[in-house]
């Protein structure tokens, strides 16, 4: 029953806006007792308190008759002594909202929070025009309202704690808080309050909420909190994080007929480190993780789909790309380890059957790198590690396959008749497969149950061959599909052939491609009204894909010609979207172009993939431009660096056509400077393809790039009067003036960067030039600066939604906040890097923040931590480079010593300190390099503070690891000015002198300093 009568926002009745005062009193005061109504004498009292009428019963009668005659004569009824409404209460919005407000505070108390949510928002929602005032209480009807307005609090309260309890944490949190400013005493609302700031604003803000509480409580009261907000504070503590669901999609369906196997998976992966759902296709086995990791108990899930993934040396790729950890700093291995070793954290492998060895390499490595990991696979054979439990996952029950066949059917014709006998009788032949349910169901758009038990029977029977050792429900399975297969006409079925190449799922124009057609939605919509395709509506546009099962049976049905052909029709598409695509990354909106791109990557790794198998060089350089310009701009080094060895044997022989020259020449520029980036200046394949391509003008920032990269002599982009190729030149003389230990000339060309960039159309141009200048900044230590310019480039990068890069920034933010002196901002941007995960780079951040408020045990504890994390493995997986792994475990080695040095607390980090000079020693003879010199630095101010901390002279190791320019993301542990003091408390006057010597080395000099210095460090004690 609809509201009729509105007070409480403004006064009409069925839309008729009232406007006279005492019609609206009168309105007013009827309205408090909907059952009995007023007295005459009341209404006369409360109508006329101003000025009382020379007849008041006369006056009141013609009060009654006016909104009678305008109203409506059975609004108002009399009774035996006065007046009152014909309407029940939820006519009336000042009664609903009475029953509201008790209905919902009911339903919250009996824990149906989407009800009581519904029964508040439903009750707030009559004052949806204005929000109450509590104005003065002149009138009867300013009386009214600001009697409900203790009524809206509670509706306000109610919602707020609802939407917390529904796990709807962002859009409680300011609710809450609001509640919260009303009611500072009410715990209910502070818990959950606590809960929603912890989630969305990081353990920092909860933490600062409840300790303001805690205080003005023992003030005020002299009491602590209640017990369950201690019991909050100790999970604030004990560092409880908000809920990730990284990759976990929300299915439209429910699952059913699997509530035990839900609750035996997740009854294993308490037990097991692997667990491992087994079963043949078609079984529910993808539905059935998605479902246990939508409700494991564990903080963080990662779900990582390998159905794109055909070889074993692709799984550590993908798996470290589904996580963001694609950093150069790291191996894909060492970043796997870091995003997940903060537990617990459940990782889930999906569809692992065509990769077994892959991944089961990979597992036992993370099992043996982590401690509170979960593993939960999908696969059609066990991986066969001792650490794995097996889920044997059975088929449906016939009760539960008559409700799925019953759900789908009626969802693809609601009218249909579904004969309990008949039904039935299609689930047990069907064996109870979900997926042979569904697609039989999905026949009823056009046949009658009964038709469809027929031909199902004849198809059986038809279709019974196959090995004899093959498991029933297999065949059953495949007849199932083969059915589909046969209601496809010739084209259907050639367009099922072809299109089941495509991994990652396809669009329309991609469709066409490959089948050979200008149109193929006739085709698409054939196949998806048989169930074969589905649509989903994505960021790049809707895309149509294929049940793995299906798309394996597709592929299947292809000879050998046929194959052949198939992936000289994918290598075709690929090679033409490559060429279309890869420069518009770098465009004027390079957020769709990126989306575009990210969505074909199962696809285009694919096509790579078999171009390589067949030497066909223009493809792969079409293919590579386009995936190398993705993972340049997502900071995807790993991926990157692994495309640059796969393809550069191919395209250093390649001749390109004129088609084929800019795709090359993108290819080989990105190599280049990916490997110089990671490595320094080298000669490379990719170096000798630039040299041997021609030139052309410098009017795009590849062909710009390509013209700085063989310059023999340094290009100034003062010299140069085309943006683009100032841009380039100013960027390329950043990293050769940084390289060169010149930090001001590094920075004033980043600075430069930023200046061509604002003449310039590409917003990545701009992002990349903040994030150079921020990345200087934070080497020079100066962190207000540097958090400034890394904050510019948040925008777009939110806008890419590549995990890698966000994490590199947040990152970046927190160490720019420590050096800022900020611990609060710092904690929150760390706390903002829990998806992916958690890692050491963010454990030593949280120990930073540790120490610089005073924490110190817990800081030093979380660095050893750090460095227990990262101590060398005999199990690496075979075949992953370890080198990047290696320094960054030495630096994080380095700064834990410092810290404990720094703080007296050295003889518990004593085993890590002795072997640093030998380290050291080694690392300089035989892999010098100027990309290294920040580590280098950053080991010899270790080797320094412990010396110091142990009484030896070591001063002159402080001069020369500032020289060295140390890493200085870690503060105030490597705090320079912290350096520098110690280095003057030990001796003034040696480092002094050390740093006057040192100013003036190049890099051999620098070197050289270093090693001479370790020598006779080594002499010395050789002495004592």
């Known amino acids: 029953m609809s509201v009729d009568l509105v007070l409480l926002s403004r006064v009409s009745y069925r839309g008729q806006e009232i406007t006279g005062p005492r019609m609206r009193n009168l309105l007013a005061l009827l309205a408090t007792d909907l059952r009995t109504g007023c007295s005459a004498a009341h209404l006369v009292r409360e109508l006329w308190w101003d000025e009382r009428p020379a007849n008041p019963s006369k006056a009141l009668q013609i009060l009654v008759s006016r909104a009678r005659s305008q109203l409506g004569p059975g609004l108002i009824t009399s009774t035996a002594n006065g007046y009152r409404l014909s309407l029940a209460e939820s006519q009336v919005d000042a009664a609903a909202v009475l029953l509201a407000g008790s209905t919902s505070a009911q339903l919250l108390r009996d824990g149906d929070h989407a009800a009581a949510l519904d029964q508040a928002e439903a009750g707030l929602a009559h004052w949806a025009d204005a929000e109450p005032d509590e104005p003065e209480p002149s009138d009867p009807l300013s009386a009214l309202r600001v009697e409900r307005t203790v009524v809206y609090r509670s509706l306000v309260r109610t919602r707020a704690l609802a939407l917390s309890r529904l796990g709807a ?60 907000l201690q019991e909050m504070y100790q999970r604030l503590l004990d560092g409880s994080a908000p809920v990730v669901r990284s990759g976990v999609p929300h299915e439209p369906n429910t699952l059913l007929g699997r509530d035990d196997d839900i609750a035996a998976v997740t009854k294993m992966t308490r037990s097991s480190r692997v667990t491992s759902i087994v079963g043949t296709g078609g079984l529910g086995k993808t539905r059935l993780a998605y479902t246990v990791s939508r409700q494991a108990e564990q903080h963080t899930v990662h779900l990582v789909p390998l159905a794109g993934i055909t070889s074993d040396d692709g799984v550590v790729g993908a798996v470290a790309s589904a996580l963001g950890v694609g950093d150069v700093q790291l191996s894909p291995v060492a970043g796997i380890v870091g995003a997940l070793d903060r537990g617990p954290v459940l990782l889930v492998l999906d569809n692992c059957e065509q990769v077994v060895r892959g991944v089961a390499d990979l597992v036992q490595t993370l099992i043996s790198m982590t401690r509170d990991l979960r593993v939960l696979t999908t696969s059609r054979a066990p991986l066969g590690l001792s650490s794995e439990s097996v889920y044997l996952l059975p088929e449906l029950s016939v009760p539960a396959s008559v409700e799925l066949f019953t759900h789908r059917a009626k969802a693809s014709r609601p009218a249909v008749e579904l004969p309990v006998d008949v039904v039935r009788d299609i689930c047990r032949a069907l064996e109870g497969l979900p997926l042979a349910i569904e697609l039989a169901a999905a026949r009823v758009r056009v046949m009658s149950v009964r038709d469809i038990a027929a031909r199902l029977t004849d198809r059986f029977a038809l279709l019974r061959g196959g090995a004899r050792d093959a498991p029933e429900r297999h065949r059953a399975l495949h007849a199932v599909i083969d059915w589909s297969w046969n209601l496809l006409d010739a084209q259907g079925q050639a367009a099922m052939r072809t299109l089941s190449i495509f991994p990652g799922g396809f669009t329309a124009e991609a469709a066409a491609h490959v089948l050979g057609t200008d149109d193929a939605w006739d085709i698409l919509t054939q196949l998806t009204d048989q169930s074969l395709l589905k649509v989903t509506d994505t960021p790049s546009g809707a895309r149509s894909h294929m049940l793995e099962t299906v798309r394996e049976f597709s592929a299947a049905q292809r000879d050998a010609a046929q194959a052949e052909e198939v992936i000289s029709r994918l290598l075709a598409w690929a090679g033409d979207f490559g060429v279309a695509h890869y420069g518009s990354v770098f465009g004027d909106d390079p957020i769709p172009a990126a989306r575009l791109i990210r969505a074909e990557v199962d696809n285009l790794v694919l096509a790579l993939r078999h171009g390589l198998d067949r030497d066909d060089g223009m493809s792969v350089a079409a293919i590579a431009a386009a995936l190398a310009c993705l993972w340049l701009m997502e900071s995807n080094f790993a991926r990157l660096t692994g495309l640059t060895e796969q393809t550069g044997r191919l395209l250093s022989h390649l001749r390109p056509d004129s088609g084929h020259v800019e795709a090359l020449r993108t290819t080989a520029v990105l190599s280049t400077m990916n490997t110089y980036f990671a490595h320094g200046p080298r000669a490379t394949r990719s170096l000798a393809v630039l040299r041997r391509l021609p030139l052309g003008p410098p009017d795009t920032i590849m062909r710009a790039a390509h013209h700085i990269l063989l310059a023999s002599t340094p290009l100034s982009a003062r010299d140069s009067h085309v943006p683009i190729v100032a841009y380039i030149a100013s960027a390329a003389e950043s990293f050769q003036r940084h390289n060169n230990s010149d930090l001001p000339g590094a920075l004033a060309a980043a600075e430069r960067m930023l200046t061509v960039a604002a003449t310039l159309s590409s917003p990545l141009l701009k992002a ?38 966000m994490l590199r920034v947040r990152w970046a933010l927190a160490m720019a906040n420590l050096q800022a002196g900020d611990l609060d901002q710092a904690e929150r941007w760390v706390d903002e890097a829990v998806q992916p995960g958690d890692d050491a780079i963010a454990l030593g951040l949280r120990a930073e923040v540790m120490l610089g ?12 931590r750090v460095t227990e994390q990262l101590r060398p493995q005999e199990d690496l997986v075979i075949g992953i480079d370890q080198t990047a792994r290696e320094w960054w475990t030495l630096e994080a080695q380095s700064v834990t010593v410092v810290a404990h ?30 990309v290294h010199f920040p580590v280098y630095g950053t080991v010899l101010l270790a080797i320094a503070a412990a010396d110091i901390a142990d009484g030896h002279p070591a001063a002159g190791l402080v001069a020369l690891a500032e020289r060295f320019r140390f890493a200085r993301g870690y503060q105030p542990t490597m705090s320079p000015a912290l350096a520098r003091d110690m280095a003057e408390q030990a001796d003034r006057a040696a480092y002094a002198d050390a740093r006057s010597e040192y100013a003036a080395l190049d890099a051999d000099g620098l070197l050289a300093a270093a090693l001479a210095a370790l020598r006779n460090r080594t002499k010395r004690q050789d002495r004592a």
Do not use: K
């Not at 009303?182 to 989630?199: I, Y």
């Not at 300790?211 to 003030?219: E, G, H, I, N, P």
């Not at 005073?854 to 050893?864: P, T």
């Open 169 to 228: 944490y962002a859009d409680a949190v300011d609710p809450l808080a609001e509640v919260f400013r009303d009611r500072p005493q009410d715990e209910e609302v502070l818990l959950e309050l606590l809960r929603c700031e912890a989630s969305t604003g990081g353990s920092s803000v909860a933490l600062t909420r409840y300790d303001a509480y805690r205080r003005a409580l023992r003030d005020e009261l002299g009491t602590d909190p209640g017990h369950a």
């Open 768 to 805: 990349f030039a903040h994030s150079r200048i921020g990345e200087l900044y934070l080497e020079t230590d100066r962190g207000d600066l540097a958090r400034r310019h890394l904050a510019a480039t948040m925008p777009i990068i939110s806008e890419l939604g590549a995990a890698s890069n």
């Open 901 to 930: 040095a720094r703080h007296g607390r050295l003889d518990l980090v004593r085993d890590l300190a002795e072997p640093l000079p030998s380290v050291l020693v080694d690392a300089m003879t035989t892999r010098p390099s100027t």
């Open 853 to 864: 408020r005073g924490q110190i045990e817990a800081g030093l504890r979380a660095w050893r």
